[in-house]
């Protein structure tokens, strides 16, 4: 018998299975998204002792089972619960966002360690330092470059035209065409949104930014409104399903 893979998880979700077990997806540091059935979980608490709630970092042990698609979890050692993180709602609603749109860019059992690494800092971030929208944005941002699906924003996804372009005109958001549009070619998109010159910068901007949140780059209220729409429609688009946790988020409104 092939011996068990151990490797670093956050719970992503989890779900009762039967009369005592769960099924819980986790991602992973080495082997990317695995769903794995925890037998026992629903009634003896002793074998996951909390490590099964969601945000929970551990250190996953598991084993494929032959023939089916769901792995077999032996063991969660604690590593970080993240507590703090179910003490306000706002705090939940933040981190159950990361995790939902994360769950839905990564791949089942395709290798990433940068999206793993940045939602395991984006949560410890939260935790530490209390929501804040423009992180927020920093977040979507780099997960989407960290997953493949880094939006356009420094040239017309159609005619190339290069932004900053100089005037005032305002450019477009369009998650069909995988980012943003000049006026011209956006008259093509009717479900782009608009983007002034000022917010796409401040995008631009921070999808280059290397370390979490340097102070200058926090976003103006101003800013907020006006990108907050694109980027979760954006993100929305790729996973191709409503972000439960999202409509959440607006009513917290803490730049
Ligand atoms: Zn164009």
Do not use: M
């Given at each position: 018998m092939r011996s068990p893979c151990v490797t670093p998880a956050i719970v992503l979700r989890s779900w009762p299975f039967g009369e005592s077990d769960k099924i819980v997806s986790f991602l992973t540091e080495r082997y990317g998204k695995v769903t794995g059935i925890a037998k026992g979980a629903k009634r003896s608490r002793r074998r996951f002792v909390n490590t099964l709630e969601l945000f929970s970092l551990v250190n996953l042990r598991f084993q494929d089972r032959p023939h089916s698609a769901l792995a077999f979890v032996y063991a969660c050692d604690p590593i970080?619960?993240?507590?703090?993180?179910?003490?306000s709602l706002e705090k939940i609603a933040y981190a159950s966002y990361f995790v939902e749109i994360t769950d839905g860019l990564a791949g089942e059992r395709e290798e990433n360690r940068r999206v793993f690494e940045h939602l395991r800092e984006g949560l410890i971030f939260l935790e530490e330092n209390g929501i804040s929208l423009s992180f927020l944005t920093f977040f979507e941002l780099k997960l989407l470059k960290f997953s493949g699906y880094q939006p356009t924003l420094?040239?017309?996804?159609?005619?190339?035209?290069?932004?900053?372009?100089?005037?005032q005109i305002l450019w477009h958001f369009s998650p069909r065409d995988g980012g943003v549009l000049c006026g011209p070619c956006s008259?093509?998109?009717?479900?782009a949104v608009p983007l002034s010159s000022e917010a796409l910068g401040a995008l631009a901007e921070l999808q280059e930014a290397?370390?979490?949140?340097?102070?200058?780059?926090?976003?103006s209220p101003a800013i907020l409104k006006e990108s907050r729409p694109a980027l979760v429609r954006f993100i929305q688009f790729q996973i191709n399903k409503e972000l439960k946790s999202a409509p959440f988020l607006e009513a917290f409104s803490c730049a």
């Open positions: 970080r619960h993240f507590k703090e993180l179910t003490t420094e040239h017309c996804r159609r005619c190339k035209k290069k932004f900053p372009d100089g005037s008259t093509l998109r009717k479900e290397n370390s979490i949140l340097p102070h200058h780059l926090a976003l």
